[in-house]
């Protein structure tokens, strides 16, 4: 069978598209993918749920037809990208590292007090438009003490070798950290370090770091779980920030990013 025929056999009659996991059928056989299966299941009772093509029953659990499913997952049969307004096709062993820099996915806007779910495609319009925000070609340094008493540093965009990068500080359960993120999906930000120092040079008090720039997929709670458990950021307790505040109750943060 040609690949044509091939997928014209194997798509959802509902949506169309290949099914990229379970396949259900009713009890006259007719398939249906797991996400419009879910979709119908929510509209209604499972008692009078029908199948879309010839109102028959489904099983409760639904009979899942493991060969068709076995077919997919063994064919080179193209997927179609699973983001809404997406039309990329795609063999399966590609599509999902598509998926994850696709630009039509949705990212958490990376100012940590807002993190609205944003098309990718358009985090730039909502930067500007929503939180005004410049992007700067020099790091801002220099954090005032009025910060101490907040959760969240503001929006900073600072672009380096045409690639926007957005500092993060944020207060959480009593501690503050502060890591990198980039304007890009994972396997972008894999090719990427940061280091920071923070130093009161009253003192002679100072806190470094180097680890791992993060990609703008992440929201602020999850990477907090995530750093806490991998030591992947810089991790101040109110006391260290307390010994970096200088005479005018500010300190400074110097950072770069690298390959």
């Known amino acids: 069978m040609d690949a044509s025929k091939l997928k014209t056999y194997l798509k959802c009659p509902v949506c169309l598209d290949i099914p990229r996991s379970k396949i259900f059928v009713c009890s006259n056989g007719h398939k249906i993918c797991e996400s419009c299966y879910d979709k119908i299941r929510t509209t209604v009772n499972m008692n009078a749920m029908l199948c879309p093509r010839g109102r ?25 990208c699973s983001k809404p307004q997406c039309q ?51 790091p801002q340094n220099k954090i005032m003490n009025s910060l101490l008493h907040n959760c ?8 380096q ?15 503050w950290y502060f890591w990198v993120k980039i304007k890009e999906g994972p396997i972008v930000a894999s090719q990427w370090k940061f280091s920071v120092k ?3 040079k009253d003192t002679g008090y100072r806190m470094e770091f180097s680890g791992s720039v993060h990609p703008v997929d992440l929201k602020v709670d ?24 200088d005479v005018n109750e500010c300190f400074k943060i110097e950072f770069k990013v690298f390959k």
């Open 198 to 200: 923070m130093e009161n």
């Open 56 to 80: 028959c029953k489904y099983d409760n659990p639904p009979r899942r037809n493991r060969d068709l499913e076995y077919i997919v997952e063994n064919s080179d049969v193209k997927l179609r």
């Open 152 to 159: 969240d540093w503001k929006l900073y965009v600072w672009e």
């Open 161 to 175: 070798c045409k690639v926007q990068f957005f500092p993060q500080i944020v207060k959480r359960n009593g501690d």
């Open 222 to 245: 999850l990477q907090v779980d995530l750093q806490m458990e991998t030591g992947d950021c810089l991790r101040m307790s109110s006391l260290n920030v307390e010994k970096l505040l």
């Open 88 to 138: 990329v096709e795609m063999a399966k062993d590609i599509l999902l590292k598509h998926e994850d820099e696709c630009e039509f996915r949705t990212v958490p806007c990376p100012h940590t007090a807002c993190e609205k779910e944003i098309v990718y495609k358009q985090l730039k319009d909502h930067i500007k438009r929503v939180h005004n925000c410049r992007v700067r070609e020099r």
